[in-house]
Nanobody
């Protein structure tokens, strides 16, 4: 069972930058596709970004494309989300998640989830 722990959330102003991290407990991390999701108050959880096991292929929601960058460091068992030019609508709890496959499959559920980190963007 992979344990995922997010960090880096906080309160920022619109236009600022923020980097989220997700530390995984196992070396198997390097064989998993990973994703970031977020959930705003009163809304359903939504997809933000995904990355394949090697980091070569990345996928983004239209709402964050060009502003957010997903990356990973398999030597450190860590996933990142660089958030630039943040907007108030980016506010929410951000979760990292792992799929037990090398390439993200959007029709499949993720197998492991972190506890989330709060991001609040003020206008």
């Amino acid at each position: 069972q992979v344990q995922l722990v997010e960090s880096g959330g906080g309160l920022v102003q619109a236009g600022d930058s923020l980097r989220l991290s997700c530390a995984a407990s196992e070396r198997a991390f390097s064989t998993y596709a990973m994703g970031w999701f977020r959930q705003a108050p009163g809304k359903e959880r939504e997809f933000v970004a995904a990355i394949d096991f090697s980091g070569a292929n990345k996928y983004y929601a239209d709402s964050v494309k060009g502003r957010f960058t997903i990356s990973r460091d398999n030597a450190k068992n860590t996933l990142y989300l660089q958030m630039n030019s943040v907007k108030p609508e980016d506010t929410g709890v951000y979760y990292c998640a792992a799929q037990r496959r090398r390439y993200p499959e959007f029709s499949y559920e993720y197998d492991y989830w972190g506890q989330g980190t709060q991001v609040t963007v003020s206008s």
